[in-house]
Nanobody
Framework: QVHLVESGGGSVQPGGSLRLSCTAS????????VNWIRQAPGKEREGVSC????????MYADSVKGRFTISRDVAANMVYLQMDMLKPEDAAVYYC????????????????????????WGQGTQVTVSS
């Protein structure tokens, strides 16, 4: 399985910004959709965003739409999540995950996360939003 590493997490005040990075050990990100998923303490996993392999489709959970932007750098084997206007409810561990399909499934940003929708996960990066 491909090795994924997330970075860029940290602690910010409400209204602040962070850019998360997901780096793959090979070119897997070029051929499959990639999701960002978060989990807050005591909460279920929550799908945040998805980008397909061709970058033609991007999906966002309603809770982050207009504030988060997903993008990818094929040559660098990286996917990013730019997070602006952060809110306390955004605090969570953020994971990148490789989808089983080249195309995003809307279910992954609207419904409960199913582990069988993904083939690989990173270790997660912590995002804290507090005053």
């Amino acid at each position: 399985q491909v090795h994924l590493v997330e970075s860029g997490g940290g602690s910010v005040q409400p209204g602040g910004s962070l850019r998360l990075s997901c780096t793959a050990s090979d070119d897997t990100l070029d051929y499959f959709a990639v999701n960002w998923i978060r989990q807050a303490p005591g909460k279920e996993r929550e799908g945040v965003s998805c980008i397909n392999s061709s970058e033609g489709v991007k999906m966002y959970a309603d809770s982050v739409k207009g504030r988060f932007t997903i993008s990818r750098d094929v040559a660098a084997n990286m996917v990013y999540l730019q997070m602006d206007m952060l809110k306390p409810e955004d605090a969570a561990v953020y994971y990148c995950a490789i989808n089983v399909s080249p195309w995003c499934d809307r279910r992954t940003v609207t419904d409960k996360i199913r582990m069988d929708d993904f083939t690989s996960w990173g270790q997660g990066t912590q995002v804290t939003v507090s005053s």
